[in-house]
C-alpha cells in the first residue's frame, strides 16, 4: 500500500508545491509514524508535534511554495540549539537546558521552508561514534535493532531509514554523518570545510567539525546540502567549478562523466591499533569497485604513506575539544565514563603539546592532498565492520573505547582532518541483510565529482527501493 514516506524527498516537495497535498498532511503523517514506531528505534530524544503544526498551517503566509524545502518535515540534531525546545546533548548536564535562541542552522533550515519535527539522539555532546547515551534509548538500526546505527547523528540517520523523516540534517567531526548513514543503508555527505555557513569547521578546533545531510537518494541529500549552504558565497570556501545552474543538485540528477578513481584501504590509524577490514566491509568494497569499472571509471590502488604521528595527535585534538565541556566539582559526575575521560586528559594537556598537534595535522592535510592529486576522488570502505552490537563498546575503559571506535571507523577522521568532502554510498547487502557501504573522498570543494559518481551507482544498484521492515 502507498503511503506518503515512499516518496523522495523530492517527490514530497512536487507534491506540496502542486497542492496534492498540504504541509499540515505530510507533517501529520510522520508524526504518526514516529509515535508508532520510534518507541522501537531511538530515533528521536524530544517531538514538538503541537509546534509542528502550528507551523506547517501558517507556512503559506510565512514562506513562498517555491522555497527550497517548502513544507519538508526534518529534524534538528540534538547538538543544535533551537528557541524554547530541550536541548540536552545528549548529556545528563544538560538535561534541563531549554535555549531563549536557536542556532544558526535551525534558523537557515526554516527560512528554506522546512518543518521541524524535534530533535534526533545523540551521544554525549556528539563525541562517541555511537548512539548510547544516558539520557535517551540507544538509536538502533531498523535492519536489525539489536544492532547500533553509528553516530554522532545517529538519530538523524535511524529517523530517515525508517520512513520517519525524508531527509536529516547532521554535523560530522570524524565521521558522524557518514557513519551512521553507512550503518543504516543511507547516503551521507560530508561537506568540504566552509562549504555550509551554519556548520563551515573553520571556527572548531583544527577545522574538524561541519554540517552535512543524511538521505535516502543521493538526489535528496543534494537538495538538503543545498539548502544548508543558504544564498550566496561563503568566503572562506574552496570551490571546485560548479555545475551549470550553480547547485549541487544538478549534479546529482545529470550523475554525468567518467573519473580516474583510486581504491584504498589503508588509514593513518595503522601504525596505532589493529585495523582489519572484515569480509563483510571488503565486499562492499568490491562491489563498489566492480560497479564503477562497468560504468567506465579509471581505477588504480593508491595507498596512504605511513603516518605513526597520526593517532597521538588526533587523540589530542579529541581531547582538548571535550575540555570546555562545562562540568566542575561534582557536576563531573554527571558525565558518562568516556566524556570524564577525554574531559581529564584534554585538560592536562599543555599549549604546546595542543599547538605542535594543530601544526602537525595541517601539515597532514597538505601531504594528503598531493598523494591524492592524481585522481578525481579515492574509494574505500565505508566502514571496517558491520553495525556493532548495542552495548559492544566498553563504556569504562576510555582507552579502549577509543581503540574500538577507531578500529569501527578507520576510513572518517582523517577526512576530517583534511577538510575534504565525502560521501558514503550503500551500495551492498550482506547474507544477513544488513546494508554496508563504501566512502568517496573528493578533491577540495569537488562534492559536484562525488554526487556525479553516486548518482550514477544509484541507478545501476537501485538502493533506495530496499527498505527495513518498518518501512
Known amino acids: 500500500m502507498f503511503e506518503l514516506h515512499h516518496l523522495t524527498a523530492q517527490e514530497q516537495w512536487d507534491w506540496l508545491r502542486r497542492g496534492e497535498i498540504t504541509a499540515l498532511e505530510l507533517v501529520s503523517h510522520y508524526l504518526d509514524r514516529i509515535e508508532r514506531l520510534d518507541g522501537q528505534l531511538g530515533a528521536f530524544v524530544t517531538v514538538t508535534p503541537e509546534a509542528a503544526r502550528e507551523r506547517a498551517a501558517s507556512l503559506e503566509q510565512e514562506h513562498p511554495r517555491s522555497a527550497p524545502l517548502w513544507g519538508l518535515p526534518f529534524g534538528d540534531k540534538d547538538l543544535n540549539r533551537r528557541a524554547g525546545v530541550p536541548t540536552k546533548f545528549g548529556s545528563r548536564l544538560m538535561a534541563d537546558f531549554v535555549p531563549d535562541e536557536s542556532d544558526e542552522l535551525p534558523r537557515v533550515l526554516d527560512a528554506a521552508g522546512a ?3 524535534g530533535k534526533t539522539n545523540t551521544p554525549e555532546f556528539g563525541l562517541p561514534s555511537y548512539t548510547e547515551s544516558l539520557v535517551a534509548p540507544p538509536a538502533r538500526t531498523p535492519w536489525n535493532t539489536e544492532l547500533g546505527a553509528g553516530g554522532s547523528s545517529g538519530g538523524a540517520a535511524v529517523a530517515v531509514a525508517a520512513g520517519l523523516l525524508p531527509f536529516a540534517p547532521g554535523s560530522d567531526g570524524g565521521g558522524s554523518v557518514r557513519i551512521p548513514a553507512a550503518a543504516t543503508g543511507l547516503v551521507g555527505l560530508k561537506p568540504s570545510r566552509g562549504l555550509v555557513p551554519a556548520g563551515s569547521g573553520i571556527g572548531s ?9 543524511i538521505a535516502r537518494t543521493v538526489a535528496d541529500a543534494a537538495m538538503l546540502l543545498d539548502a544548508m549552504i543558504g544564498e550566496g558565497e561563503f568566503p572562506y570556501t574552496l570551490r571546485a567549478p560548479r555545475s551549470p545552474e550553480g547547485a549541487l543538485l544538478g549534479s546529482a540528477v545529470r550523475g554525468e562523466g567518467r573519473f580516474e578513481l583510486g581504491v584504498m584501504t589503508t588509514s593513518p590509524w595503522d601504525d596505532a591499533y589493529d585495523i582489519r577490514v572484515s569480509p563483510e566491509a571488503q565486499a562492499a568494497l568490491d562491489r563498489g569497485v566492480a560497479e564503477l569499472a562497468a560504468i567506465g571509471h579509471g581505477l588504480q590502488d593508491v595507498a596512504l604513506e605511513p603516518s605513526p604521528d597520526y593517532a597521538p595527535h588526533f587523540r589530542t585534538i579529541w581531547q582538548v575539544g571535550a575540555a570546555s565541556i562545562p562540568a566542575e566539582g561534582e557536576a563531573m559526575q554527571l558525565l558518562e565514563p568516556l566524556t570524564q575521560w577525554l574531559v581529564h586528559r584534554g585538560r592536562e594537556i599543555s ?4 599547538a605542535e598537534a ?4 595541517t601539515a597532514f592535510e597538505r601531504s594528503v592532498i598531493a598523494q591524492f592529486a592524481h585522481v578525481d576522488a579515492v574509494v574505500t570502505p565505508s566502514l571496517a565492520m558491520t553495525p556493532r552490537p548495542i552495548g559492544w563498546y566498553d563504556s569504562e ?7 574500538q571506535q577507531v578500529q569501527y571507523t578507520p576510513f572518517t577522521s582523517f577526512v576530517n582532518v583534511c577538510g575534504l568532502p565525502a560521501i558514503t554510498l550503500p551500495v551492498h547487502e550482506t547474507d544477513d541483510g544488513l546494508p554496508m557501504g563504501i566512502q568517496l573522498i573528493g578533491r577540495p570543494g569537488d562534492e559536484d565529482t562525488l554526487l556525479a559518481i553516486g548518482a550514477q551507482l544509484e541507478r545501476r544498484l537501485q538502493w533506495q527501493k530496499r527498505h527495513p521492515a518498518q518501512w
Open 115 to 117: 518543518i521541524s519535527l
Open 205 to 213: 578546533l583544527a577545522g574538524l567539525g561541519v554540517a552535512g545531510p
Open 351 to 354: 599549549a604546546r603539546q595542543l
Open 358 to 361: 594543530l601544526a602537525w595535522l
Open 397 to 403: 575503559d576510555g582507552e579502549r573505547n577509543f581503540e
